[in-house]
């Protein structure tokens, strides 16, 4: 069963931008950290943003402030804003929400199936 639905990839130009959005689908999610990685065919997952239940951020050095991590709790989702996209850029990004079902009270740490980014020179 899918947890999280992640949105917001495709193909873009050089400079382009896109928007990618992570929400949960549990039905009574609190979410504590929301992160989104990426990750190139044979190559390691390396982080890319991470923003904290104090709203706190952290990014990946490679980024020169190009991107923005933002959390919507109403809506359990989680963004990442990508502005001045390069090449570089291409990979698979993936989502992971780690957080606390009320309900079943139980914490869970879920990651999404990947949304493709291309970005064409």
């Known amino acids: 069963q899918v947890q999280l639905v992640e949105s917001g990839g495709g193909s873009v130009a050089a400079g382009g931008s896109l928007r990618l959005a992570c929400q949960s689908s549990?039905?009574?999610?609190?979410?504590?950290?929301g992160t989104w990685h990426r990750q190139a065919p044979g190559k390691r997952r390396e982080l890319v943003a991470r923003i904290m239940i104090d709203g706190s951020t952290d990014y990946g050095d490679f980024l020169e402030g190009r991107f923005t991590i933002s959390r919507d709790d109403t809506k359990k989702t989680v963004f990442l804003q990508m502005n001045d996209l390069k090449p570089e850029d291409t990979f698979v990004y993936y989502c992971n929400l780690d957080g606390f079902d009320t309900y079943y009270a139980e914490f869970y740490d879920d990651w999404g199936q990947g949304v493709q980014v291309t970005v064409s020179s």
């Open positions: 549990r039905t009574n999610f609190r979410i504590r950290d």
